[in-house]
């Protein structure tokens, strides 16, 4: 069963792919597209909030800084 954010990334990728006349230069641009779609269809869904989106950000960013070094530690 297709659910409807599959769908809304396949109308998102038609409607891309039609209105840039079959260029395939232009091939991400129907990717991009697609997201686009279903990401707007996850939200209708209510399965995107993006009021959570700058927490979710910064603990990402908090998580990939390295923490400060101990004092006295030696690197051999």
């Known amino acids: 069963m297709i659910t409807r954010k599959q769908s809304a990334a396949a109308?998102?990728?038609a409607f891309v792919a039609a209105w840039i006349?079959?260029?395939f230069g232009y091939a991400v641009l129907c990717l991009v597209g697609a997201?686009?779609?279903y990401l707007a269809a996850s939200y209708f869904?209510?399965?995107l909030d993006l009021g959570e989106l700058?927490?979710?950000l910064s603990q990402?960013?908090?998580a990939a800084r390295p923490g400060p070094a101990r004092?006295?530690?030696r690197v051999r």
């Open 21 to 23: 006349g079959f260029n």
């Open 71 to 73: 004092a006295g530690a």
């Open 45 to 47: 869904d209510g399965e």
């Open 60 to 62: 990402r960013r908090s």
């Open 54 to 56: 700058p927490d979710r």
């Open 35 to 37: 997201g686009v779609f």
């Open 11 to 13: 109308l998102g990728f």
